[in-house]
């Protein structure tokens, strides 16, 4: 019988070593999700920034020649437009799984304080998630309102780039590259935010 309650103990000892060791796993695996989504998602904003950016500005240098070549502008920019637009959808689709990646791992810290024996200490702990949950969500919104903006610009663009393919059948521009520079200027303050809203997301894996 007494071998049967050390058998038991040795038993229980390493069931929690083993429910322990599965739950600092699956917290290492939640934080490194969430680290791979912030770092595939910067990686496509500065691609998506290059891009979008170089193209407008090649596009208004261009028009801004003297008799510029109409048809052979709007080629180049469709063909740059339509580059630009598969890029913002793999930024957006990024920016979904950042949500979706950081979701779980508030999840997972909650899951980790909850499990502290010592009321005090559990509850320490959870405000020290909700504080940080709550400064996440902030440059969360933030950088959505930057997502939901670009979709205007490149709706801009789009809108230009029909005027500017009118304009070389009709063999003369009337629309005023003016608007392109507008455009050329949202563009970048809209993905220098998001560039702060990556910044924020590392930081929260390393805390």
Request: net charge negative; hydrophobic share 35%; glycine share 4%.
């Amino acid at each position: 019988m007494k071998h049967l309650h050390i058998f038991a103990l040795v038993g229980m000892i390493f069931f929690l070593s083993a429910c322990k060791w599965k739950t600092t796993k699956s917290a290492l695996k939640h934080g490194e999700v969430l680290k791979s989504s912030i770092d595939s998602f910067e990686k496509n904003r500065q691609k998506l920034s290059t891009n979008l950016v170089a193209s407008l500005e090649e596009a208004e240098e261009a028009l801004t020649e003297e008799n510029p070549d109409l048809p052979k502008v709007s080629k180049d920019f469709e063909k740059e437009w339509t580059g630009i637009n598969n890029r913002y959808k793999k930024l957006k689709g990024d920016f979904d799984k950042v949500g979706e990646s950081s979701n779980k791992y508030f999840g997972e810290l909650d899951e980790l304080s909850n499990n502290i024996s010592k009321e005090e200490l559990r509850n320490q702990e959870l405000a020290k998630n909700q504080e940080l949950r709550v400064k996440w969500e902030e440059s969360y919104n933030e950088a959505e309102v930057s997502i939901n903006k670009i979709t205007s610009v490149l709706e801009s663009g789009n809108d230009f780039h029909m005027v500017l393919v009118a304009s070389s059948i009709r063999q003369k521009l009337e629309q005023n590259v003016d608007e392109l520079k507008v455009i050329s200027k949202q563009a970048k303050d809209l993905l220098q935010d998001l560039e702060l809203f990556t910044q924020a997301g590392r930081e929260l894996v390393k805390g």
